[in-house]
């Protein structure tokens, strides 16, 4: 069974500062996504992540794989307000199925 | 973009009642869809995929019975919640992936349904 933890499940930090989200994933997966959600809102796809040492970037945000670590982190950069939501990394369990498997979460609270 | 569109975005019904969900590609065909439910401050949970023209697969532990999928044409899912109890109140939300241009690795979230049920 395909098991996919975060780490942190809250994150409470301050603007300006840098952090990262790590996504642990249990079994081999060459597609891994990035969403946000905020609060009583569907998700927002933020990346696509599809081959072993693929890094994407944009704005504040970079997520990068490994998948022979099977590891993906999200690393926020001079965080702002705006980023406070919470963040889900999903994993593509079978690629001819398109099924993913969440992620625990990650709740991001920006204070000033 | 892609997008896929849900209907209705909160639902209030009684127990025992059915209730259904509709999720919509609008601009690029689906034939496989997925339903996820999410309860609160919890992750997403796969219920099932969505085949169109044929029956929906379940994940184990989602009773098939209960959670009726129908995937009639490539635009179309939809989720009837049959006889539904309070247990049941969550946020239901479909995914599609895009098939054309550039969208064609990116799955699509549609914005979600609420269901509560008193």
């Known amino acids: 069974e395909l098991k996919v933890e975060q780490n942190p499940l809250f994150l409470s930090m301050q603007e300006g500062k840098n952090y990262t989200i790590y996504c642990n994933y249990s079994?081999?997966?060459?597609?891994l996504y990035w969403y946000r959600q905020d609060p009583g809102k569907s998700l927002e796809s933020l990346f696509v992540?599809?081959?072993?040492?693929a890094v994407k970037q944009e704005g504040r945000l970079m997520a990068s794989l490994d998948t022979k670590a099977r590891l993906s982190t999200l690393h926020i950069t001079a965080a702002v307000h705006d980023l406070s939501a919470t963040y889900f990394c999903?994993?593509?369990?079978?690629?001819?199925?398109?099924?993913?498997?969440f992620g625990t979460g990650t709740r991001l609270q920006v204070f000033p | 973009g892609a997008v896929v569109s849900q209907h209705p975005s909160r639902v209030i019904c009684k127990s025992g009642t059915s209730v259904k969900i509709e999720c919509r590609s609008l601009?690029?065909?689906?034939?496989?869809m997925f339903w996820y439910r999410q309860f609160p401050k919890q992750s997403l949970m796969l219920m099932a995929t969505?085949?169109?023209?044929?029956?929906?697969?379940?994940e184990q532990g989602v009773e098939k019975d209960k959670f009726l999928i129908n995937h009639a044409s490539l635009t179309l899912s939809t989720l009837t919640v049959t006889s539904a109890h309070p247990e049941d109140s969550s946020f239901y939300i479909c995914?599609?992936?895009?098939?054309?241009?550039?969208?064609?690795?990116?799955?699509?979230f549609g914005e979600g349904s609420w269901l509560t049920v008193v």
């Open positions: 999903a994993v593509d369990l079978n690629l001819n199925t398109d099924k993913l498997i």
């Open positions: 079994t081999t997966s060459d597609r």
């Open positions: 995914s599609a992936k895009g098939m054309t241009g550039g969208s064609g690795n990116t799955i699509y």
């Open positions: 969505s085949n169109e023209g044929s029956k929906a697969t379940y």
């Open positions: 601009d690029f065909q689906a034939t496989t």
């Open positions: 992540l599809l081959s072993n040492g």
